[in-house]
């Protein structure tokens, strides 16, 4: 991960930019309430395009996401895997692992023999296994774990093999879910975070960037860039 904590925020902008994203920065009012989000912002952010990335482990396997209508579909294994996830279903994953784990470390616990027998240790395969009955779908917490790192919903501990998660927000509606998911949007990246945690987001896009990209003319008199707040 790049560190950007010597870059001005408005260079990191523009320097992405230029990568050939589209990154729009909002304030968020001061309750983070993010339900307060209208209902035609969302229909925005519902598209039916799909995402490709790969899981965090060794093998790096790859799959395919995508948000359409209110549920959130993974293609995997060459297409021959496919999973749909309802809103409702994530939402009450994320209200028992909020229950059940908190602050703690949430192990990916989907290895399928063990979730069968019954002895596989609590955690986010595990979770998904016991709130939906299916082994496809338990299975599919690699991918998730993925989505939902790069969402700012989770954190990892970086490691290939041994993954632990950690809660970092917890939704509790759809509306919040899609602000989340939309971080992930090719088209334009909105943040809606505080200024604290922005860098830390951007460095989702800045993958590749280096001290080059930072170097730009300064023309005298130019504006300040202007914020849609």
Do not use: C
Not at 68 to 81: Q, T
Not at 93 to 114: A, G, H, M, R, Y
Request: net charge neutral; charged share 30%; aromatic share 8%.
């Amino acid at each position: 991960m790049n560190n950007l904590s010597n870059f001005d925020l408005s260079d990191l902008v523009m320097a992405i930019n230029n990568k050939g994203f589209s990154v729009e920065l909002r304030a968020m009012p001061k309750d983070n309430n993010l339900s307060n989000l209208s209902k035609n912002q969302n229909q925005k952010l519902l598209k039916d395009k799909w995402l490709e990335d790969v899981t965090l482990g060794g093998k790096a396997k790859p799959f395919k996401w995508r948000i359409k209508e209110e549920n959130l579909e993974v293609s995997r294994a060459d297409d021959k895997i496919y999973n749909i996830f309802s809103f409702d279903e994530i939402l009450n994953v994320f209200n028992q692992l909020e229950k059940n784990f908190k602050d703690d470390e949430i192990p990916l616990s989907n290895n399928v023999k063990k979730l069968q027998d019954k002895s596989e240790q609590p955690g986010f395969g595990e979770t998904i296994y016991r709130l939906t009955g299916d082994i496809k779908k338990a299975q599919a917490a690699s991918q998730l774990a993925k989505i939902f790192i790069k969402s700012n919903l989770f954190s990892y501990n970086n490691k290939k093999i041994g993954i632990k998660l950690k809660l970092i927000n917890s939704p509790t509606n759809s509306n919040e879910l899609i602000s989340f998911l939309n971080f992930l949007d090719n088209d334009k990246i909105v943040m809606q975070n505080s200024s604290d945690n922005l860098k830390t987001l951007l460095t989702h896009v800045a993958e590749g960037l280096d001290e080059s990209d930072f170097e730009r003319i300064r023309d005298f008199g130019r504006e300040q860039p202007e914020w849609d707040i």
